[in-house]
């Protein structure tokens, strides 16, 4: 059974950082590409970083370049997303992925965690 568990989402103020993290199991994980979503109320699902984890090449939104990082460890079969100096903008539902390499049909998700950026 695949799952995707997300934490570290929490309450935080304008500038500050958090970490999310999935806890991933029941994949191949280096067989994987690994991204971060998020969704805002009344806002599509938009794609927040990405990871292959064949090559460990990342891509980022360009709302978030320079202030989120995506990371895995491959023998805890984690991902994380470092969030620095959050904006108001940036609260959302963050949601992680797994979706196979070549079959693409293989996708997974978690069920999430709030990220709230105020003051």
């Known amino acids: 059974q695949v799952q995707l568990v997300e934490s570290g989402g929490g309450l935080v103020q304008p500038g500050g950082s958090l970490r999310l993290s999935c806890a991933v199991s029941?994949?191949?994980?280096?067989?994987?590409?690994m991204t971060w979503y998020r969704q805002a109320p009344d806002k599509a699902r938009e794609e927040v970083a990405r990871?292959?984890?064949?090559?460990?090449?990342?891509t980022y939104a360009d709302s978030v370049k320079g202030r989120f990082t995506i990371s895995t460890d491959n023998a805890k079969n984690m991902i994380y997303l470092q969030m620095n100096n959050l904006r108001p903008e940036d609260t959302a539902v963050y949601y992680c992925?797994?979706?196979?390499?070549?079959?693409?049909?293989?996708?997974?998700w978690g069920q999430g965690t709030q990220v709230t950026v105020s003051s």
């Open positions: 992925n797994a979706r196979h390499s070549r079959l693409a049909w293989y996708n997974y």
């Open positions: 029941g994949i191949t994980f280096s067989s994987y590409t």
């Open positions: 990871i292959t984890n064949s090559g460990g090449t990342t």
